[in-house]
């Protein structure tokens, strides 16, 4: 199978909140290797490194082998958990991979040909992407890095759909497999903007609004009276 990024790790035996919290304080990040017929295994990674590694849209599409003393072993990312504040990882979920066995991720969509698109350069049309990745399934063999979508020869109101995204071979598109075919992307006419207020139809706004307090003050008024009629009878 194709590796695509490597790591070193190390085991971990301390658990919980506070052995988490002094790994990071050392430059490294908790992260659990499960999956593949075995028992889960807590190991940590190096900090430093995964901040090379988590802005690559590759990293997450990619099989990475991950080193732990003598042994390797082939993992997918699952989830990554990010500091909500600053730009820190907590948390790695790794999935271990076998050759035979199909694995299921999310592929980046890489749009190509958009500049040239008719709809665009010659009938004024504007592109709403509605995907930017989708979950496939195949084997670790035949993973590729991104799926591609060809926009060169959309028309103005033309809508390429899931159904239409060309696949490698031995690559399954999981929403398809269960009768879903969502939009990925449209070329459609730019919306009209509003026309600005004349200063008739401003004048005329103005008056309504200002009528409205007036009318409401006058029920208060009716209101007052007829209370007051009350009370003399």
């Known amino acids: 199978m194709r590796i695509g990024f490597e790591l070193n790790a190390e085991t971990r035996s301390d658990q919980g909140k506070g052995a988490s919290r002094r790994l990071r ?41 991950v080193s732990v003393g003598a042994e ?22 790794l999935q271990r991979v076998s050759e035979n066995e199909k694995i299921r991720l999310h592929l980046p969509i890489h749009f190509k040909g958009e500049a040239v698109a008719p709809g665009v350069k010659t009938q004024g049309g504007v592109v709403s992407h509605m995907m930017a990745d989708v979950e496939v399934t195949c084997l670790p063999k035949d993973l590729p890095e991104y799926l591609e979508v060809d926009m060169s020869a959309m028309k103005l109101n033309e ?9 490698p071979e031995g690559v399954t598109i999981s929403a398809l497999a269960h009768g879903r075919n969502p939009p990925v992307v449209s070329v459609h006419a730019p919306r009209a903007a509003e026309p600005e207020p004349t200063a008739e139809a401003a004048a005329a706004e103005g008056a309504v609004a200002g009528a409205a307090p007036a009318a409401e003050a006058g029920k208060k008024d009716e209101k007052k009276d007829e209370k007051k009629e009350a009370a003399k009878k």
């Not at 809508?159 to 696949?167: E, H, P, Q, R």
Request: hydrophobic share 45%; glycine share 4%; charged share 20%.
């Open 25 to 65: 304080h050392a430059g490294k990040v908790p992260a659990v290797i499960y999956g593949g017929h075995a028992d889960a295994r807590n190991v940590s990674l190096e900090h430093h490194r995964l901040l090379q590694l988590i802005d690559n849209e590759k990293f997450y599409s990619s099989i990475i082998s």
């Open 72 to 93: 390797k072993q082939a993992v997918i990312v699952k989830d990554v958990q990010m500091h909500p504040a600053k730009v820190a990882v907590l948390h790695l979920d």
């Open 159 to 167: 809508t390429i759909f899931l159904a239409d995204v060309k696949l």
